[in-house]
Structure formats: C-alpha cells, structure tokens
DNA sequence: CCGAAGCTAGCACGACTGTGCTAAAACAGG
DNA sequence: CCTGTTTTAGCACAGTCGTGCTAGCTTCGG
C-alpha cells in the first residue's frame, strides 16, 4: 500500500495543533473546524485522519501521556539517588514553558475525563502508571539508604504522588505563586522527611 | 419594591442545577437550555436571573468556592489541636458524596478558568484563601506543640496545601483507588512528620 | 379593582457544531 | 503514459448554541 507521508508524524501535528487550541481556547473551543485551521488542513481532510472527534481528542491526550512517562523514562541513572529522584520528578512539574504547556493540556483532558468515559480510561492508565513510578522512586531512595523502610510503602507512594500532582495544579492555576524553585523546595523537603531517622 | 421570591434562593437553586448538569454532562454541556431543564424552567425565565452565561457559570464556580469555604469555617474548635486539623482537612476532600460532588465540579470549573478570565480570578481568589487556612492549621498546631517551628512555615504551607489538592484531584479521578480511610491515613501520616523530633 | 412591577414563557435570528458525502488533486507502481 | 490509491478539499444537512425580543402571567401596593 503506497503511502506518500507518514501517518504518524501527520496525526502527530495534528494533535499538537489540538494543544494549542485548547491552551489558547479551552478544551471546549477544540471543534474540528478549529483544529483544521489551526493544522492548516481542510475540515474534510482532518476528517481522513481522524474518523470522528472524539478520536481525535483521545489521541491527543494520549499523546500528551506518553510524552509525559516518556521523559520521564529518558532520565539518565544516576549514582546519586536523591538527585535521580529529584530530577525525575522535577519532569512531572511545569518547571519551564514546554512543560507548563504539558501541564495545562494534562489538566483540561483530566476535567472532560470526568464526564467522557474514553477519556476516563486514559486518565486511569496514566494514574495507574505515575502511581507506580512514584513508588518505584521511594524504592530507588530505599536502596540508598534515603527512605525509612519501615514506613508504609503505600501510604509514601500516594502521599509522594499527590504532592506532585497537588504543585503541578497549584502552578497552572496561579503561575505567579508557585515558581519552579518554590516548587523544588518543597519538594526537596519532602524528600528530606522520608529519610530514616538520625 | 416588591419582590414575591427570594432572588438569592432562585440564583442558588439554578446554580445547584448547572452544578447537576456539570457532573452528569460536563461543563461543557451545561448550555443556557440544558441548565433550565434541569432546573425546572423556562429558557427565557433563565435570562431573567442571568443575563448572560458567563454570569451564570461565574456565579455557579463562586457558589461551590463559598460553599466549601464556609463549610471548613463552620469546624468547631476543639481542645485537641491535632483532631481539629484533620477535620478542617477532612472537610476539603472528596469524602462523601457529598463532597465528591463538589470536588468534581471544582475540578471542571478551574480546568475551564485556565482559558476562561472571569473563572480564573475566582480560581485565584479561591486558591489564595485555601492557602492561607492551610497555613493557619500550621500555626494551630504550633501552638500546640505538634509542628516543629524550626521548619519553613512558607514551604510547609505549600506542601500541605499541594498534598490536599493532589489527593483531591487522585479521588475524582480514579474514585477506586482514592477511598476515604486511605486519604485519612495520608493526611495523618503527613501531620505526624510535621511534628518537633524526639 | 387597577395599575405597575416582578416574573415566566417562548419564538427568531445568526452563528457554530459534527459528520456524511462527492469529487478533484497528488502521488504510486506498472 | 496510465491506473489505482492516498490525500485533500469543500459542500450540505441536521442539530445546538447564546442572546435579543415581545407578550402573557403572577403578585403586590394603593
């Protein structure tokens, strides 16, 4: 089957032309009229790349996931474990422009999940995954020493997450309070608690 | 002049149904029609107590703020300062239903203030009087000895507030993952690492 | 009982929405 | 060059949207 561009790369763009409809003008200005412009396609031509809207949306915010976990599994290993973890999870945080970007999408597909069962599914797997990747961070510090192992993995792993997810919010909704080195603060003191003691 | 019903009691009750609408549709469902469906009444009797939709949701997102609000103003004082401050906490996560409820429709309401002015003023002021009660529960538990004084009041405050919201925004989410004695357990496991060593 | 005000109801307009559909353009392999 | 496939383009339809507007209804002061 002859193919002349790569399909993709062109659903790629796409998606990125939702992201910045929706940080521009909201989830709910995302029509597939303002896509295509934005794309610079015609209305019937997104609508050969994506049958319908709502496919359209869940793969961009699917897109916007695996960009996330991506990066973050593109951390180099480290020695220093607690500068591994605080690198790692600096990657969730909007820190700079580009992920600030990540952040505000992230956060207006998490709001229609609430009401669009497809995209509920996604916000699921991600929790499920970013979940787990914090708890593995706890284990990284546990091999160094860093965590006390005799408290709650669980417990750790969903306060851990929650801390992250919490900042991440704070710093989209109101950008003036939490700056990136407010937000590694923080952070680096919470690292600090989950130490054994002594 | 005269007046046969009680216009804030009509505004609240319509509010109540954009708040219905919004968890069972999503915001972006909660059209001018829709909204007075669910409320019992007539599009252009709507008008008459909106002007405009943005009025509408402006008033519906500071209606669930204020609601929240006065209900952690409404905690009684108690002798046990750390008991005090897990129910205060307690009343701004999403424990029952009740509160799930409202929490959803926090979430749909900031998401839509990141493109939105008029919602992120609201979500700004909201998040600036939230802030400044999680440091007064700092300062509570200072004054009875159950925070170490030596930590950063600023950062603490920050990370207390992230921690709530974070868990918050887990429970809406992934409602099976996020159960209530699990959020408690988090939140207590956090007072306890606020508190003077030894 | 009457007038005025508060309140309700509903239509109409123009704009925008998602999707079905057809046809032309660009490109592939033969 | 020709043929078949991929890709683009754009119209049409039915539906929903927010809002301006007018008319009728209810209630109250006098």
Known sequence: ???????????TAIAEAVWRVIRRDGLEHASVRGVAAEAGLSMGSLRHWFGTQSELLAFAMRMVIDRIIDRVRECPASDDARAF????????????????AESEVWLAFVARALADPDLRVLAAESDERLREA???LLDV?????QFDTARDRAVETERLYALVDGLLVHAV???????APRMRAVLARHLDDLRPPG
């Open 1 to 11: 089957m002859p193919r002349t561009v790569d399909a993709g790369q062109r659903r």
């Open 85 to 100: 973890v605080e690198r790692v999870l600096g990657e969730l945080l909007p820190l700079d422009d580009d992920r600030r």
């Open 134 to 136: 914090c708890g593995m």
């Open 141 to 145: 510090l546990a091999r160094d020493g």
């Open 173 to 179: 909704i109101t950008p003036g309070r939490g700056t």
